[in-house]
C-alpha cells in the first residue's frame, strides 16, 4: 500500500494571552472544541515588557483503537521499524490577521496526560476547565498542573524538532519516525523498537521556538486547521509511508550481462502461498525467518515439465553459495504474510541456458542436498513448480524515447470508504503495431514498468490527495508481477461522496526524470452506509 494517515483524535490551543480588558490572563481558557489550532507571541500589549503566549496540542492515538499505529504494526498492515517512515502533517488556516514570516516553531513531544476539554472561545477566553495554560488533566473538577505553565515537553532530539517558514503561510511536513517509534515502544506497548528508545504516547506540543516567544517583538498570529474542521484532507494527521513494492521478475528476467552491473544480473522470482483466497504462512516454513529454496530446470522436449537436472546458478555467496552441487539451489525467505521470493543470476556463458526460451523453477524444503537439486530424488518437500521466459541484454544503437499507453483494467465506477482497492494496472509501448495474424493469435503485449509512480487528486478542485511520492520513501510505487504492474490504495484516506482521479509518472532513464502520462481514470468513494 505504501501510504497511510492517521487522524488527530483531540487536540487544544492553550494560552496566557490577556482578555480584552489587558488586565486579566486567559490562562485557565480551554478552546479543546474549536476547529483551529492558534500559535502566537505578543509583545508589549500590556505593557512595556509584557509576553503573550499561545500554543497547540495535538493527540494522534486512542486507546485500544482499530486505526492506531501500534494495531496496524501488530498486523503487518505497516512494516517493521526502519523500514517505514512517519511524517507530521499539520494544514495552514488562512485568516486576515496579521501573519508572522521568517520564523522557527518547534514540535515536541508532550510529557503527561492531557484532556481535550470543550471550549470554543479563542477571542475573549471565556471557556474553562480540562487542559489550558496551567492545567493538563481535569477529574471531576480536580486539576492536575503543570510542571511548567505552558505545557511539559521533552527536550531530547530524537522527539523535538523544528520547522522554519518563510511567508508563514506553509503547513507543516516533518518527519517524526523517531518519536512515532518511540511511542510504538512505550510501556503500555511492550515492544521494542529499532534502537529508538521509548515514550508514552502524549501527543506534541507545537509552539514558537523560545528565541522567538522571548523575542522583543510580536509573531502573530499562525494559525492551523484543528481536527473538527470541515474540510476533511485538511485534518491533522500522521502519515506513514514506506516502499510497499514488490519487484516479481517472472515476467521480465534476464541472462546476466557484462553490460549490467553485478546488482543488476540478479533477480527474484516470489512464491505467493493462497489457501482459500487468503494468504497464508507454509506452515513448515514458518514467518518471518523461515527459509525457502529454489532450483531452475529447463524444458522436456515439448516444454511443459522440467527436466531432469537443475541448472547452475551464479555463486554470489549470498543467494548462490560456492560448492559442488550447492550452485544449483537458491536460498529464498519470507517476505510478508504467504509471500516468499528468492533472488539469483543466471549465466549464458558455456550453457544451454543461452539457447533457453522458457525455465522452470521449483520450490522445495530441506536445504542444500536435500535432492531437489534433481526432480524425482523425493527427499525435500515440494510446494510448487512454475515457469518464466528469460531473455537476454542487447545494446542499442539509438537513444531510446519510450511511450506507452496505460489502463487500469479492474477499474470500478464506485469503491466503498472503508475498502482497500488493488488496481491492475496494463502498459503496453505505444508503437506496438500487431498484424492479423498476431492480434488473432497472441495476448496483447505487455510492458512492465519497472519505476512507475501513482498519483491520486479530486476532480471537483484538481486537490491533489496523495502526491506522486517519488523521493525517498517510494510510497506511490507500484509493483509488478507477472500480470503486469499494481498498487493498493487505502480507501479510508478519501473523503466520501467524490470523484478522484488517478494519474501516472514513469521514469524515463533516457532523460533522467519522471515522464507523466496522458491518462486519467476516474472513480467514485461512497459512505459505506450508502
Known amino acids: 500500500m505504501g501510504v497511510k494517515r492517521y487522524w488527530a483524535k483531540s487536540d487544544n490551543t492553550i494560552t496566557n494571552a490577556y482578555s480584552a480588558d489587558l488586565v486579566t490572563r486567559g490562562t485557565g481558557s480551554n478552546m479543546g472544541a474549536s476547529d483551529i489550532l492558534e500559535v502566537f507571541s505578543i509583545y508589549a500589549q500590556a505593557g512595556t515588557s509584557s509576553f503573550e503566549k499561545s500554543r497547540s496540542l495535538i493527540k494522534f492515538n486512542a486507546t485500544a483503537s482499530t486505526d492506531s499505529i501500534k494495531y496496524d504494526r501488530d498486523n503487518s498492515v505497516i512494516p517493521v521499524s526502519g523500514n517505514v517512515s512517519f511524517y507530521l502533517r499539520i494544514y495552514n488556516a488562512p485568516h486576515s490577521s496579521t501573519l508572522p514570516k521568517n520564523y522557527t516553531m518547534t514540535v515536541s513531544a508532550v510529557s ?37 505553565e505552558g505545557g511539559d515537553y521533552f527536550t531530547d532530539a530524537s522527539s523535538s524538532f523544528t520547522v522554519s517558514y518563510d511567508t508563514g503561510v506553509e503547513d507543516i511536513e516533518l518527519n517524526i519516525t523517531t518519536l512515532v517509534e518511540q511511542w510504538i515502544s512505550s510501556s503500555n506497548n511492550s515492544q521494542t523498537a529499532l534502537n529508538m528508545g521509548s515514550k508514552e504516547d502524549e501527543g506534541l506540543g507545537v509552539y514558537l521556538t523560545s528565541t522567538y516567544e522571548a523575542a522583543a517583538r510580536s509573531y502573530y498570529t499562525k494559525k492551523f486547521f484543528g481536527r473538527g474542521t470541515e474540510f476533511f484532507f485538511k485534518r491533522p494527521c500522521i502519515e506513514a509511508r514506506w516502499d510497499s513494492t514488490i519487484k516479481d521478475n517472472r515476467s521480465n528476467f534476464f541472462h546476466s550481462s557484462s553490460l549490467a552491473t553485478a546488482d543488476e544480473n540478479i533477480y527474484t522470482l516470489y512464491l505467493y502461498n493462497y489457501f482459500k483466497g487468503q494468504l497464508r504462512n507454509i506452515p513448515s516454513i514458518g514467518g518471518s525467518g523461515g527459509k ?125 470508504e472503508n475498502e482497500t482497492a488493488r488496481f491492475r494496472v496494463y502498459t503496453r509501448t505505444k508503437d506496438w503495431s500487431p498484424n492479423i495474424y498476431v492480434k488473432a493469435t497472441e495476448a496483447a503485449a505487455l510492458d512492465i514498468v519497472e519505476s512507475g509512480s501513482y498519483e ?33 490504495l487505502d480507501m479510508q484516506m478519501l473523503e466520501p461522496g467524490y470523484m478522484y482521479g488517478v494519474k501516472f509518472a514513469y521514469y524515463n532513464n533516457s532523460v533522467g526524470d519522471w515522464v507523466e502520462q496522458p491518462e486519467v481514470f476516474k472513480f467514485r468513494v461512497e459512505s459505506r452506509q450508502n
Open 112 to 148: 503527561g496526560s492531557w484532556q481535550e476539554g470543550t471550549g470554543l472561545d479563542m477571542d475573549g477566553y471565556k471557556d474553562k476547565g480540562d487542559s489550558n495554560w496551567i492545567n493538563r488533566y481535569s477529574a471531576s473538577s480536580g486539576h492536575t498542573a503543570w510542571s511548567s
Open 456 to 488: 491520486v487528486y479530486r476532480v471537483v478542485d484538481d486537490a491533489k490527495i496523495v502526491p506522486y511520492g517519488t523521493g525517498s520513501d517510494l510510497h506511490t510505487q507500484m509493483s509488478y508481477d507477472v500480470s503486469g504492474n499494481y498498487f493498493d
Open 292 to 416: 525457502i529454496y529454489l532450483s531452475v530446470f529447463s524444458g522436456s522436449a515439448d516444454n511443459t515439465v522440467p527436466a531432469t537436472g537443475a541448472i547452475a546458478l551464479y555463486p554470489d555467496g549470498t543467494n548462490v553459495l560456492a560448492g559442488s552441487g550447492i550452485t544449483t539451489v537458491a536460498t529464498g525467505g519470507f517476505v510478508s504474510t504467504g509471500i516468499y521470493s528468492a533472488s539469483f543470476c543466471m549465466t549464458a556463458a558455456g550453457l544451454a541456458t543461452n539457447r533457453l526460451k522458457t525455465c522452470f523453477d521449483v520450490w522445495f524444503s530441506g536445504g542444500h542436498g536435500q535432492g531437489c537439486e534433481t526432480i524425482g530424488a523425493g527427499q525435500g518437500t515440494h510446494f510448487h513448480t512454475s515457469s518464466f521466459p528469460i531473455y537476454s541484454v542487447v545494446a542499442s544503437n539509438e537513444a531510446p524515447s519510450e511511450e506507452y499507453r496505460t489502463k487500469i483494467m479492474n477499474l470500478k465506477k464506485v469503491y466503498r
